[in-house]
């Protein structure tokens, strides 16, 4: 095969060197078709020897002419068509994740017709960067963007489960604690897809921004003068928005959330740092810590005292329009039923530091009377030694103290920090029947255990026990019904109940459905432990039950307060004296006008009525 000098080459075909650092490109973001250098070589390399026959020259080059095209050259129309569409795309990604709010009450469509700054300013600076650095620079914007739309959306989600944002610092472990009940409510299988969905959206929200402002930053360098002066026009239209205070349906027309919520974000992480270190001080400081065990709880001594949290019983449940009726029935049958045994009642109204979610939060508080509303606070005062009420029965050497719970199902460390003797998680209490969506044994059973291995045998002290209450946890179905005490047994019967109970699924598609569930869920609870008081109940019984928090927004409504129901249940008339002056409702239902206070205030209002003294040198 002959070789060609450059004399040879047609003059049409020599290169104009190029005009700029981005080639020209057509209009659709596309651009223009460069010869493809191996098909041109390969053209000359088939270009007969002199004497060919013309023939032979055609039949040579015209397959090789189509194979040079691309799909691009063969559907220019459509692939116009593909450009523009996919920059489209790239502009209502880019533009949506700048103004996507962080409230689920926000997510309306005026939201995202606003002008972001952070837009207008991100394509200025693309427009100055050299093109070596726009493109890194463009790929970074992109993975940002990316990062906050994730934590908008967690925002999102923690906001309608535990009624406020999510913590960059310490609200990490509660996506494992997630991933966890959601295994218990829909099995491994449906998790399994769960983790998978929410591992894809992640890989998206990293990759897709980053990608989408590639192209935009491509396209505006290939059109930098007519990219520049839309810059400008929406720059001036942002800055007279924002000076005369023009609004889209009560929204500022003129946008900056996400610059908004990177500032809060980073005052977020600033305050917890410091409200760290400040609650470790708070914790450290305790007016009962060196109250001696003699001089601790003298008024309730030779009484069985039981602790009782009935999970996510909140103020809605006795008081929302839909689920009150069935509860506030339950509550004043109860109330009528245990004063035909002989007992009385005083209750009122505590507002927990934690809602929708994370019950170890209200537990703690109510034990150790500190305000513990986050993981961190948590993990600061369980490391202690801060008095718990139930560690103040410890103190005194005067009591047996048990932990009852049915929702460990492994160890827990705390047990040494609220003074316990025994803990039965759910492991030791014997059950052989079915779960019960999340909660792995019904209340019923529960109580029915507790009987079994601690309170019905004889003892030479007291006891004072903890018990967590589960079957009213979400999410509500299938639900337990109440049975005979001696049918029970070691809870095979509940196999035939679990069977014929809803689908947690079907439940949850309609809001009223569930929260009808959520309410029979609260009066199951409410029926077995007052049944179980009657029952077995005696003399020297004192029952202290209360709701750790309120349900998820869904059940309670948006904005609902976080106040659940606290009260007292005693045998002996001089008990309920002792707190005469907390002006309690004398029933199980608290009504509308009881007193509330703060859930860490009970510890300390406690100790002082039942005969507890600050230690010597406390702080007052």
């Known amino acids: 095969m ?27 973001g596309l651009p223009e078709h460069a010869p493809d250098t191996a098909a041109t070589a390969a053209d000359h390399e088939a270009v007969p020897e002199q004497g060919a026959a013309p023939e032979q020259k055609a039949a040579t080059d015209e397959p090789t002419d189509r194979a040079a095209l691309g799909w691009r050259d063969r559907h220019p129309s459509l692939a116009r068509a593909a450009a523009w569409t996919t920059t489209a795309l790239a502009a209502v990604l880019v533009l949506a994740t700048l103004l996507l709010p962080n409230d689920p009450n926000r997510l ?19 427009l100055l960067l050299p093109r070596k650095v726009r493109r890194p620079a463009a790929v970074l914007a992109g993975v940002v963007l990316g990062l906050l739309t994730l934590l908008d959306l967690l925002d999102i989600g923690f906001i309608e489960v535990l009624g406020r944002g999510f913590n960059v610092v310490f609200d990490w472990v509660l996506l494992g604690d997630g991933a966890s009940f959601l295994q218990d409510s829909i099995g491994r299988t449906g998790t399994i897809g769960v983790e998978i969905a929410a591992a894809l959206l992640v890989l998206a929200l990293l990759v897709l921004p980053a990608l989408a402002v590639v192209r935009l930053s491509d396209l505006m360098a290939r059109h930098a003068t007519r990219a520049a002066g839309t810059t400008l026009v929406l720059g001036t239209a942002w800055v007279l928005s924002a000076a005369l205070g023009l609004q889209i349906a009560g929204a500022p027309l003129a946008s900056r959330s996400t610059s908004d919520l990177v500032q809060a974000r980073m005052d977020g992480v600033s305050a917890t740092l410091k409200d760290e270190r400040a609650f470790a001080k708070e914790a450290a400081s305790d007016p009962y810590h060196h109250t001696p065990g003699n001089q601790l709880l003298t008024g309730l001594r030779g009484k069985d005292v039981i602790f009782t949290f009935i999970e ?8 929302d329009r839909l689920m009150a009726p069935g509860v506030d029935a339950t ?17 009122g109204w505590l507002t927990s530091a934690t809602y929708g979610g994370s019950s170890w939060l209200g537990h703690s508080t109510f034990l150790s009377g500190l305000w513990i509303d986050n993981q961190q606070r948590y993990r600061t005062v369980t490391a202690g030694d801060h008095l718990t009420l139930t560690s103040a029965f410890k103190r005194t050497g005067a009591w047996r103290t048990v932990g009852i719970m049915p929702g460990v199902t492994k160890s827990w460390p705390e047990a040494k920090f609220y003074g316990l003797d025994h803990v039965y998680d759910s492991r030791e209490l014997g059950y052989k029947g079915p779960k019960f969506s999340w909660s792995t044994m019904p209340d019923q059973y529960t109580l029915s255990a507790f009987q079994r291995l601690e309170h019905g045998k004889p003892h030479d002290k007291p006891l004072m026990s903890e018990i967590i209450l589960t079957s009213s946890h979400n999410p509500w179905a299938p639900l337990p019904r109440t049975l005979p005490w001696n049918k029970v047994g070691d809870g095979s019967v509940y196999r035939s109940i679990e069977k ?37 109940g005696n003399k020297n019984t004192v029952l ?4 750790d928090h309120q349900p998820v927004a869904k059940v309670s409504g948006d904005h609902a307060s976080r106040d659940v129901p ?14 005469s002056d907390w002006h309690w409702t004398p029933s199980l239902n608290p009504g509308h006008k009881a007193p509330v206070w703060r859930m860490d205030t009970f510890r300390n209002r406690f100790l002082k009525a039942y005969g507890s003294h600050p230690g010597p040198g406390s702080p007052r």
């Open 500 to 536: 014929a109970g809803k689908n947690p699924v079907d439940v949850w598609q309609q809001t009223d459905k569930v929260r009808t569930e959520y309410g029979k869920s609260i009066q199951y609870s409410l029926n077995s432990l007052i049944s179980y008081v009657e029952k077995y």
């Open 331 to 347: 509550l004043a049958k109860g109330t009528e039923r245990l004063r035909a045994a002989g007992y009385s009642a005083r209750s």
């Open 108 to 126: 309306t469509p005026n939201e995202f017709l606003r002008i972001p700054v952070e837009g207008i300013a991100g394509a200025a600076l693309l």
């Open 544 to 547: 202290v039950f209360l709701g």
């Open 566 to 579: 606290v009260a007292i249940v005693a045998h002996d008339p001089d008990v309920l004296k002792r707190i």
């Open 312 to 319: 996510s019983y909140g103020r809605s449940a006795v008081q």
């Open 2 to 28: 002959s070789h060609f000098t450059r004399s040879d080459q047609p003059p049409q075909e020599k290169q104009a060197p190029p005009t700029g650092d981005v080639p020209q490109g057509d209009p659709d």
